[in-house]
């Protein structure tokens, strides 16, 4: 039997595909268990997106317009390793979310919230050699949704990782630490109680802007190698 | 697990902002070789209702076999113009048009080779894990001896195989659940 090359989740890190309270979830869930495949030369790569070339304001969402936008600019920054704590150089970190009144620039939110059109909230970045990413961008707002009555989903910001390979491929959402709404947010509480933490950031002093802004810090963790297997 | 990983979240309904102004729909520029192939995914939910937000990825290798990764120490051209990565958002039809070319073989660890495939991630609102899956090509000889679709009981073989239209366009259903349930691998 050949080993995988990318370790394999324990349970209890991911939702299940099912979360009930999640509304959903139902009717977009598979009914039968996913078949293990191991893993192939089609599984260990996967796209860099390598020949993408970044400008340079797509990782400060406050200045990709001709205006600032309004709300609470903060610093989000971390870093990009897998389980095994190595890096992943150069990873390519793709967010988006909503303006600081909590309305996403997309024509399908309706929210009953202002647009800020000096906001559109997307924004990409490589990580540098050691996985460390930094956006600077404005505090999202709560908004609610129709999941259930009287639903508000928390801040978050939404991520979206490669890593090195199809198996690796991740999307996720930062939300911030200690939100009240986290307690009764369906999506968040989906995640194995264990785990759910893992997707808050902390705020982080030392990296805060004097005069200028805060600061949060976020590392997404990546599935790592197996251990090389003694020849 | 002094480094724990990171739970998944679902891309929910208003990625496009980000993700699809830079989407890559037409993966084979004209200098890449291989047969040119114009392909449709389209998705459905388990009551088998279209799903006009979701998204589509592609993995897949070029037309010689090789996949543009380090990863691939094999012998084999590299087209330069072909990363083999696609993505595109479906449209108010639960579909997504990729153009693409036709990927070559590549082999299986345990030895023999696959036959050509490509990998696809399916993401919407409510589903909160990346659902992983792949497509073959329908009378393709090498579909026999798969070692994937072995691993596959054959009633739900064709729910993995794309099918050539009148037009030639390649398509394939993806349901996420109900009768039609697209098999789905754990990676």
Known sequence: MTQDTYQRPAPGQHPANLSPEYKSTPLRSPGKPAIVLPQSLSEITGPSLATDHLGALESDLTRQRSGEPLGERIVVHGRILDENGKPVPQAMVEIWQCNAAGRYHHPGDQHDAPLDPNFTGGGRVRADGEGKYEFITIKPGAYPWKNHHNAWRPAHIHFSLFGPAFATRLITQMYFPDDPLLAYDPIYNSVPAGARKRLQASFDMETTRPEWALAYKFDVVLRGRNATPME | ?????????????????????????????????????????????????????????????????????????????????????????????????????????????????????????????????????????????????????????PARRATLIAKRDAAGVWRLPIHIGGAHETVFFDV
């Open chain 2, 1 to 153: 697990m002094s480094h724990p990983l990171t739970p998944s979240q679902t891309i929910g309904p208003f990625y496009w902002g980000t993700l699809v102004n830079t989407y890559r729909a037409d993966m084979a520029p004209p200098d890449v070789a291989g047969e040119r192939i114009e392909l449709v995914l389209s998705l459905f939910d388990g009551q088998g209702a279209l799903v006009p937000d979701g998204l589509f990825e592609i993995w897949q290798a070029n037309s010689h076999g090789r996949y543009n990764h380090p990863d691939d120490r094999r012998n084999l051209p590299l087209d330069t113009g072909f990363e083999g990565f696609g993505r595109a958002s479906t449209d108010a039809k639960g579909e997504s048009h990729f153009t693409t070319v036709r990927p070559g073989r590549v082999p299986w660890p345990a030895g023999g080779m696959q036959a050509a495939n490509i990998n696809l991630s399916i993401f919407a609102r409510g589903v909160l894990n990346r659902l992983a899956t792949r497509l073959y090509f329908d009378g393709d000889p090498a579909l026999a001896e798969d070692p994937v679709l072995k691993l596959v009981e």
